[in-house]
Nanobody, 127 residues
Framework: RVQLVESGGGSVQAGGSLRLSCAAS????????MGWFRQAPGKEREGVAA????????FYADSVKGRFTISQDTAKNTVYLQMNSLKPEDTAAYYC????????????????????WGQGTQVTVSS
């Protein structure tokens, strides 16, 4: 059974930084893809960043390129999202996602390509 536990959300002023963590349960085994998604009130869930856990390739939404960095610690089965230069429009609930397949649906940032999801952590950026 795959369990994903996120942590690291919070409130920060514009221009600040936060780091999110997502730990996958040991029983999950080897996951091929892990990603971060976010959903603001009244908006659809959107892909933010993803990583190929085997090869380490990373993928980003245009809106966060150059500001966010996804990384992993394979020994801990944990993925991180370092968020710098935060903007008020980054305010959302952030969700960790994982799957045993890579890039399903042709996009690493497509929510439908991930079968397993965490509970989410709130990020609030004030101006």
């Amino acid at each position: 059974r795959v369990q994903l536990v996120e942590s690291g959300g919070g409130s920060v002023q514009a221009g600040g930084s936060l780091r999110l963590s997502c730990a996958a349960s040991r029983s999950a085994g080897i996951l091929a893809a892990m990603g971060w998604f976010r959903q603001a009130p009244g908006k659809e869930r959107e892909g933010v960043a993803a990583i190929s856990t085997g090869g380490g390739s990373t993928f980003y939404a245009d809106s966060v390129k150059g500001r966010f960095t996804i990384s992993q610690d394979t020994a801990k089965n944990t993925v991180y999202l370092q968020m710098n230069s935060l903007k008020p429009e980054d305010t959302a609930a952030y969700y960790c996602a994982a799957d045993y397949a890579q890039g399903r649906g042709g996009s690493w940032l497509w929510a439908g390509g991930y079968a397993y999801w965490g509970q989410g952590t709130q990020v609030t950026v004030s101006s």
